[in-house]
């Protein structure tokens, strides 16, 4: 009976939901046809034409549409995000054309970060219809892997083509279409997905993880979970691997975050740390240091760039940034300064302005959805996704990847909206 009842609620009711169902469920051919990361870009623009032009010709809102104070501070901290382009490009005088290119950047990009919460937030969107998708997008990746078996037999490498749609900009490597690619430090196949590059699967595996794990058909939730953990196993990311594994038991605590035996067992825990201290302390550096020495370069590379990104950005452009990344030197295979991660970034590209418009409305975000976890299970899983957000703030540039995570933030905005709270 239940199932019969939730297979009726998945069923679309409005272009909305069609819109964002068809979006999710066919992320792979769109991928495989080089268009993910146009569609993905302007998949929140469109949501938001249509949620205005319903308002238009109904006349009014839906009874649950609100823009919460902290989706206000969302709009305001990527509004502050342009600004500081803006000022950046005026003050290194970079040109009319620079200017307009980087402003289309932000809205492909800082801009779909506030987006897609206003849009969850107001938007008649059913959480289970996001959820039955995310689970149909994880289960694909299962067949997405036995297909790339035989590419590896006959040894094929290397992207199959590239979009000629990077003509419009952006990352070249979001233009790539490829099964897999090779790791260059250890020899063996490795996954991205549908994502531009592997450490990006890491994320999304991570994300489906949480969003499947609130599907309440059996199937599709088991098969949308264990298509979470191949994604998240062959994408071969360290920070995914790490994120994955604690987030199995918070996925099973934090529905019991009010449970007086749940407070008394984290009592214990912490006395025997307390404890135990200094030898868990010891083992964890040892393995942090393991998991380095396997991907020595890579981490060599991305220190290096956050060591010339904040010494760059100190000396030359404190408050406002340089307005765009910069070709990097030798020392780090003339990767871009500003790229590998959100904070050092933010401070190279958009000054200190930048990064407390990310900071601010993150903090306040997952404060809140912390609090609200006690009384609102679909809460939990906003904070779990904020957090998986955070954490890979430190090792990704988060706008640039917007468009693939957008149903995420879809969810932290429904979970933003106390009018929207029964739904979730």
Same mark, same amino acid.
């Given at each position: 009976m239940s199932q019969s009842v939730t297979r009726k609620s998945s069923v679309v009711r409005n272009s909305e939901e069609r819109l964002v169902f068809t979006a999710i469920a066919a992320t792979y051919l769109l991928y495989l046809t080089g268009t993910l990361y146009v569609a993905g870009s302007l998949i929140g623009w469109a949501l938001f034409s249509v949620m205005v032009l319903r308002a238009f010709v109904a006349g009014r809102w839906t009874p649950s549409a609100s823009v919460p104070v902290l989706v206000w501070v969302w709009v305001v901290g990527m509004v502050m995000m342009l600004v500081a382009l803006l000022m950046a490009h005026s003050e290194f005088q970079l040109g009319m054309g620079t200017t307009i290119k980087s402003s289309i950047g932000w809205a492909k990009g800082w801009a779909l970060l506030a987006l897609?919460?206003?849009l969850g937030a107001m938007l008649d969107i059913r959480p289970q219809v996001l959820v039955r998708a995310c689970c149909l997008l994880a289960s694909q990746s299962l067949l997405f892997v036995v297909l790339s078996i035989? $590419?590896?037999?006959?040894?094929?490498?290397?992207?199959l083509y590239v979009s000629p749609l990077k003509a419009i900009g952006g990352p070249i490597s979001t233009f790539e279409v490829g099964l897999f690619g090779m790791n260059p430090e250890t020899g063996r196949p490795r996954w991205s997905f549908f994502t531009p590059w592997a450490p990006a699967a890491g994320l999304l595996s991570c994300l489906?993880?949480?969003?499947c794990s609130r599907?309440?058909?059996?199937?599709?939730?088991? $098969?949308?979970?264990?298509? $979470?953990?191949?994604?998240?196993?062959?994408?071969?990311?360290?920070?995914?691997?790490a994120i994955f594994l604690l987030l199995l038991p918070a996925l099973v605590m934090i529905r019991h975050m009010a449970s007086a035996r749940?407070?008394?067992m984290a009592g214990v825990v912490f006395s025997s740390v307390l404890l135990l201290g200094q030898p868990l302390i010891s083992g964890v550096q040892d393995a942090h240091q393991?998991?380095?020495?396997?991907?020595?370069?890579?981490?060599?590379?991305?220190a290096a760039l956050a060591t010339i990104a904040v010494q760059r950005w100190e000396s030359e452009a404190p408050v406002w940034g340089h307005g765009i990344v910069e070709r990097g030197p030798k020392l780090v295979e003339y990767?871009?300064?500003?790229?590998?991660?959100?904070?050092?970034?933010?401070?190279?590209?958009?000054?200190l302005v930048g990064l407390l418009a990310l900071a601010v409305p993150l903090l306040l975000c997952l404060i809140y959805l912390f609090w609200r976890s006690f009384a609102v299970p679909g809460?939990?899983?906003?904070?779990?996704?904020?957090?998986?957000?955070?954490?890979y703030s430190f090792f990704e540039n988060l706008e640039i990847l917007a468009y693939i995570y957008w149903p995420a933030l879809i969810w932290i905005g429904m979970a933003l909206n106390p009018l929207r709270e029964g739904d979730l």
């Open positions: 897609f919460p206003l035989p $590419a590896i037999a006959v040894g094929m490498d290397g992207p489906l993880l949480v969003i599907e309440q058909h059996g199937f599709w939730r088991r $098969a949308g979970m264990t298509g $979470a953990a191949v994604m998240c196993f062959f994408c071969q990311s360290r920070a995914g691997w749940l407070i008394m393991q998991v380095k020495d396997s991907r020595a370069g890579s981490t060599r590379v991305r990767m871009p300064i500003g790229s590998h991660h959100s904070w050092y970034g933010l401070l190279f590209v958009k000054g809460a939990q899983a906003a904070f779990l996704m904020l957090l998986v957000i955070t954490a």
